[in-house]
């Protein structure tokens, strides 16, 4: 990473003492432990030399000359000379296995670390790349409605600045209670304060992909290009990057919350106490993202279905199209007899189909209402199917049977995809009835 906004205290590791470890022994010390032992000759010689224990579990024969020993001293010298070794290797040993068994906690530890900076570093770039666009961008074409209309700029920012608001406030808690990390850092708290309100992303994520339909138009010769392009002259670190750029961000957000709470979460031992909190605000971020991808389809395809709508005659009075709750599931084109076109919609809770209009000399498409059927009123015939199978039909019935329709499809894996999905949804709207 190339910035740290957090700063990673030391892992608190248990220090031991290691009392028995004769290379730590001081002069005194060691003295003090010939004298338990009643060798007070040899206990004399080594105060009168100064020597450490570190000293004397190093001892060699050609180093006990200074000290003056008789044969039966010398022996005894190297005796303890040969069981402190044996003490400090043991020592040694210890501390090696300890730091063994710690460094994996050390490292993870470590590890955490560096995902909360990584949280908290992006956060402040995504809150300082929306504080360019609302002041570099959108208020200056807001003071200029001649190069942007106020609902072309509507469709370009969305709510930009409520998204901004919002994190920046996630930002400011998130440097307050992580900017310090040590092994009692919480984050999961702050994310679960903070994710009642991504609900704000549902309104940008739905209209982005009317956004970037908008950016494609804005090229020359319209007058946003010459004016971004001014703005790309300035000095600063975002300058260099395409309207597209900076505005999908807000997009590209909630995928990547998703991200750094998983590897944190994978990290983070299930005995800590921010474990639950990290592991609920990565569910409840989950659901999030999934309602706004929801969201936004569900906008696409009601979009899909009025535009089909808005260009199609002759439908029925009695028969509301695009009630609430009603939402397209698929768009399927059939053909009918005579070569008869046919666009077929299935929703959550009915079938729609409509006839394409024959016409050469007209330059939009237009359509003819020709059947529907709510699917609690809709027979399928298998013994039809049966029967027509060479021709690739599809017989669709209503219970009264006074209205009835026969799709032909140009193969038998067409048929029987539709046949598929059309099952799948009358048995799923069957099952939630």
């Keep these: 990473?190339?910035?740290?906004?957090?700063?990673?205290?030391?892992?608190?590791?248990?220090?031991?003492?290691?009392?028995?470890?004769?290379?730590?022994?001081?002069?005194?010390?060691?003295?003090?432990?010939?004298?338990?032992?009643?060798?007070?000759?040899?206990?004399?010689?080594?105060?009168?030399?100064?020597?450490?224990?570190?000293?004397?579990?190093?001892?060699?024969?050609?180093?006990?000359?200074?000290?003056?020993?008789?044969?039966?001293?010398?022996?005894?010298?190297?005796?303890?000379?040969?069981?402190?070794?044996?003490?400090?290797?043991?020592?040694?040993?210890?501390?090696?296995?300890?730091?063994h068994k710690i460094q994996p906690q050390i490292n993870e530890y470590i590890y955490r670390g560096t995902v909360v900076n990584e949280i908290i570093t992006t956060e402040i770039n995504y809150v300082d790349t929306l504080q360019y666009t609302i002041e570099n961008i959108k208020k200056p074409l807001e003071s200029n409605n001649e190069i942007l209309n106020c609902e072309e700029q509507k469709t370009l920012f969305s709510n930009i600045e409520t998204v901004f608001q919002t994190n920046k406030v996630f930002c400011s808690d998130l440097i307050k209670g992580c900017s310090r990390f040590n092994i009692n850092t919480t984050i999961g708290n702050i994310f679960l304060t903070f994710i009642?309100?991504?609900?704000?992303?549902?309104?940008?994520?739905?209209?982005?992909?009317?956004?970037?339909?908008?950016?494609?138009?804005?090229?020359?010769?319209?007058?946003?290009?010459?004016?971004?392009?001014?703005?790309?002259?300035?000095?600063?670190?975002?300058?260099?990057?395409?309207?597209?750029?900076?505005?999908?961000?807000?997009?590209?957000?909630?995928?990547?919350?998703?991200?750094?709470?998983?590897?944190?979460l994978k990290h983070t031992q299930q005995n800590h106490v921010d474990y639950d909190?990290?592991?609920?605000?990565?569910?409840?971020?989950?659901?999030?993202?999934?309602?706004?991808?929801?969201?936004?389809?569900?906008?696409?395809?009601?979009?899909?279905?009025q535009k089909y709508f808005s260009k199609t005659l002759h439908i029925p009075e009695e028969i509301q199209m695009i009630p609430q709750g009603r939402i397209l599931i698929k768009t399927i084109k059939a053909n009918g007899k005579a070569d008869r076109k046919y666009v077929v919609m299935i929703f959550n809770d009915s079938i729609i189909i409509i006839k394409e209009q024959q016409e050469e000399d007209e330059k939009e498409e237009n359509y003819t209402f020709k059947f529907f059927s709510k699917f609690n009123e809709l027979i399928i015939n298998n013994d039809d199917l049966k029967k027509s199978k060479s021709e690739n039909l599809f017989t669709l019935q209503l219970k009264n049977k006074k209205d009835h329709i026969i799709l032909c499809f140009s193969s038998d894996t067409d048929r029987s995809q539709f046949k598929t999905i059309l099952q799948n949804t009358i048995d799923k709207f069957l099952k939630n009835k």
């Design 1 to 99: 990473m190339n910035e740290n906004h957090v700063f990673i205290e030391h892992y608190p590791v248990e220090c031991f003492a290691y009392d028995s470890d004769v290379s730590r022994w001081t002069n005194k010390r060691l003295v003090k432990e010939m004298m338990k032992e009643g060798k007070r000759s040899l206990a004399f010689r080594l105060f009168s030399c100064k020597i450490t224990g570190k000293q004397m579990i190093e001892l060699k024969e050609s180093d006990c000359d200074k000290l003056r020993l008789n044969i039966q001293l010398k022996e005894e010298l190297f005796k303890y000379v040969k069981k402190y070794q044996k003490i400090a290797s043991i020592n040694i040993l210890q501390r090696a296995i300890r730091r």
């Design 196 to 264: 009642p309100f991504l609900k704000v992303y549902n309104e940008y994520c739905s209209n982005f992909r009317h956004t970037i339909g908008l950016i494609k138009t804005l090229k020359y010769p319209h007058k946003f290009a010459p004016f971004y392009s001014k703005i790309q002259y300035k000095q600063s670190p975002y300058s260099k990057s395409s309207i597209s750029d900076l505005l999908i961000t807000p997009v590209q957000r909630l995928p990547r919350y998703q991200l750094l709470l998983k590897d944190l």
């Design 277 to 305: 909190n990290i592991k609920m605000a990565l569910e409840m971020i989950q659901e999030v993202a999934n309602k706004v991808n929801e969201t936004s389809k569900i906008n696409e395809l009601t979009e899909e279905t």
